[in-house]
Each structure stands twice: as C-alpha cells, then as structure tokens.
C-alpha cells in the first residue's frame, strides 16, 4: 500500500524530482501509518492484496484467451453451412464461496460468445448457449477453477 501511495504522488504531480520524491515517501508514509492506525489495516494485509491481484490479471489474461478461442468457433459454426445448431440452456451448479467470485463467473461466461448466463441464484447458473457442445463441460470450465484458486488465496 505505501508503494501505491507513492507511485499515486509521482503519477499526480507528473514529473520527478529529488524533492518531490522525497516529500512523496514522507507522505506516503504518514498515510500508510494512518490507515494502519485508524482503519484496521495491517502490513500482512499487502501481501494477501498482492497476491490477488495477480492471480487477477491471470484470471483476465485466461479470459481474454477464452473469448478469442470461442469467437473462432462461432465463426466457424456460422460459416460452415452444413453444421445445425443445436441451442440448448444448461443448469450446473458452481461451488464459489464469495458472492464477487460467482457475480464474475457469471459475467465471463455471458463475455464468452456463444454463451448467456441468464440466471444466478446461490451459486445455481442457468445457462443458455449457442449449440450444445459449448456446454460441454461449463461446469468445471477454467474459469471456475481459477476463481476457486483465488478464493483459496484468501484463505477464508
């Protein structure tokens, strides 16, 4: 958090200098001591946000990989004329403990073509898809696998 403090003072005044450094680590530091006083947060608390936040950008870096694969298959279903589509909603169940993991599960799912996530109650996807065989396997699909992972990161 204090290296966040400070990057944020260098990025605002947008140039720098020895002394603009300097009064950015003091700062940052009376308000890294701030909110480790006053606000509950402790030093231990970096690490577990540090290592969230890359398993995030590999979660996003799996996503954007999922959405081309499957934009090259609707593609291909589209233009291949003598392939029939078979639409079909699938109903599976996601073992995600946090309502923000099952709400981005949801949303992955309705970013990848082919796929809707029309309902999410507790954990309980409706699922419509283009043809059945992307529904193969949506239940234990790598975005639910990397969500679990960082849960467990959380260690909740």
Known sequence: MYLLFFVMWIVFNGKFTPEIAAFGAVLAGVMYWFICKFMNYKPSMDILVCRKVFGFLHYLFVL????????????????????????????????????????????????????????????EYIVHCLDKSLAEGLDRCVFVELLEKLERVDGK
């Open 64 to 123: 954007a990989k999922e959405i081309i694969k499957a934009n090259v298959t609707v593609i291909g279903m589209i233009f291949t004329s003598r392939y029939e589509l078979e639409p079909v909603v699938v109903h599976f169940r996601a073992d995600l403990q946090s309502r923000f993991a099952r709400i981005v599960l949801a949303n992955s799912i309705t970013l990848t073509p082919g796929t809707i996530t029309i309902s999410m109650v507790d954990g």
